[in-house]
């Protein structure tokens, strides 16, 4: 009997009643630096058909309150913590805090009001380093980083940060892998998403959509769809239908096996070492042109 597991933080979307739940989690308005009145960013993402929306301008809250009664979208209160240092997405919480130098202290202040707090476009900038290595390695209390935000492909730097991340979850820091888009113009709009796993018998809530991200149940996109991710004992099965290249990657970005085809399979293998050497697993779709999806890394356990 094999003794390696698979820990997957997703439903098992093949049985049940599973819904798919698209949301960018960062956007900004006239309360910032954004083109657009809130308002208009709401009716702009209700028109792509999103799902869930959170606001979030630098240092500034939007009183999403307000406008969801206009809206079909759910929207969650947030605020990029901008001022001071590498720039935080704050969810989840209707307050504003003084952006602290310390940027542990901005994560400690989100944790404990029940936030969410995601370290934002790693590889931004001239020298692809807005938020540090060691620096994101050192804090503690952050639900993930944007290993993709959109706005950073006219800007300089990189958009996709699947290298910091897998840096970090190579070295015990569990982080779950986030796409936004980072929408400051109506063409930013619509790049880069989030698409959470939701129990289709109950409506979308906020609190809903921030425990089902805090849990990791949700996967990152530039445009294709993951369909099923499921695990059976030590394999892990995806099916992607919009795929062309299904890879798996683990410890330190190594991919373990490349499928050209729309679903795949991998099985972990049978070997003690396996917890150490490969740590985990993730997957990557590629689809037409640019269009991705990648999905949350799943624990290697070895029951000895
Ligand atoms: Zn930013
Ligand atoms: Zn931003």
Redesign the pocket.
């Known amino acids: 009997m094999t003794r390696v597991r698979l820990k997957s933080p997703y439903l098992d979307s093949a049985t049940g009643s599973v819904r798919w739940l698209r949301g960018n989690l ?1 956007a ?1 308005t006239t309360i910032s630096d954004g083109s657009r009145p809130p308002e208009q960013v709401i009716a702009a993402y209700e028109q792509l058909g999103y799902d869930f929306l959170a606001l ?1 301008d ?1 240092d500034a809250l939007a009183p999403v309150r307000e406008y969801q009664t206009g809206t079909r979208l759910t929207l969650l209160p947030g605020v ?1 913590v901008s001022a001071r240092g590498p ?1 935080i997405l704050q969810l989840g919480l209707e307050a504003v805090q003084e952006p602290a130098v310390d940027r542990q202290r901005v994560l400690d202040f989100i944790t404990a009001q029940g936030g969410l707090a995601v370290l ?1 476009h790693p590889n931004w900038q001239w020298h692809f380093n807005h938020f540090p290595q060691e620096l994101m390695q050192a804090l503690n209390g952050a639900a993930g980083i944007e290993i993709y935000n959109a ?1 950073i492909d006219r800007l300089e730097g990189a958009a996709l940060a699947t290298d910091r991340w897998d840096r970090l979850l190579s070295q015990d820091k569990w982080v779950w892998g986030f796409a936004n888009d ?1 929408s400051h113009y109506p063409t930013d709009d619509g790049r880069a998403w989030n698409v959470a796993q939701w129990d289709a018998s109950a409506p979308p809530t906020v609190a809903g959509i921030l425990e089902t991200l805090r849990a990791g149940r949700f996967y990152a996109s530039t445009g294709v769809s993951i369909e099923m991710i499921r695990v059976d004992g030590p394999t892990l099965h995806v099916v992607a239908p919009d795929a062309q290249c299904i890879r798996f990657v683990t410890r330190w970005g190594v991919v373990a096996q490349t499928v050209e085809a729309a679903q795949a399979s991998w099985t972990a293998p049978d070997t003690p070492d396996v917890v150490e050497s490969l740590k985990y697993v993730r997957v990557e779709c590629f689809g037409m042109g640019s269009r991705m999806a990648w999905s949350q890394p799943i624990a290697i356990e070895y029951q000895s």
Do not use: I
Request: aromatic share 0%.
């Open positions: 960062h900004h979030t630098h990029e720039h934002n706005v980072d």
